[in-house]
């Protein structure tokens, strides 16, 4: 017996379900969670972390710890975020150049050498540890502030005691 495949998809769009099924609901469903906007944001600041692990080719002819990788997978998404696709990663003295959506190391860029690197759209600095950025101050936690340190910066003096 062979189905005419017109009456299928009249079918399918009549919105008959087999015996069963679940009702459809009376409107559509919202989806709990962060805005779309607020993700885009944090995405473009570097606050999203893809999770997918960077790879060194074999080609590449360097060799890199596992802390150097996950330090690399999240400069690769910021790089992303950013819009590259291929990048230079400079990491502890080295100049790697990344593939940043297949998430892989290709090779090392001599830049003592006089020649022009093309195919490169960004440069990636990746700082010492993990979720920090080079050049930017720490964070300071809550359980570190200190009222008369922040008067003090914020160039008030502390209140002496009497």
């Not at 017996?1 to 009456?7: E, T, V, Y």
């Not at 999770?51 to 060799?63: H, K, N, T, W």
């Not at 291929?86 to 502890?92: K, M, P």
Request: no cysteine; proline share 7%; net charge negative.
């Amino acid at each position: 017996m062979s189905i005419d495949p017109a009456a299928l998809l009249r079918a399918l769009g009549s919105g008959v379900r087999p015996v069963g099924g679940d009702a459809p609901a009376a409107g559509p469903r919202l989806v709990e969670g962060p805005s779309f906007q607020g993700m885009l944001e944090q995405a473009q600041a570097g606050g999203l972390v893809s999770g997918i692990p960077m790879r060194v080719s074999r080609s590449a002819g360097v060799d890199l710890s596992p802390a150097q990788l996950t330090r690399l997978a999240e400069a690769a998404d910021r790089a992303e975020a950013a819009g590259a696709s291929r990048a230079l990663a400079v990491i502890d003295g080295m100049v790697l150049q990344m593939d940043v959506g297949q998430r892989t190391i290709t090779g090392k860029a001599d830049l003592n050498a006089t020649k022009v690197l093309n195919g490169v759209d960004a440069v990636v600095t990746v700082a010492d540890a993990p979720g920090d950025i080079p050049g930017e101050a720490p964070q300071l936690n809550s359980g570190s502030m200190n009222a008369s340190l922040l008067k003090v910066l914020g160039g008030r003096m502390p209140d002496q005691a009497a």
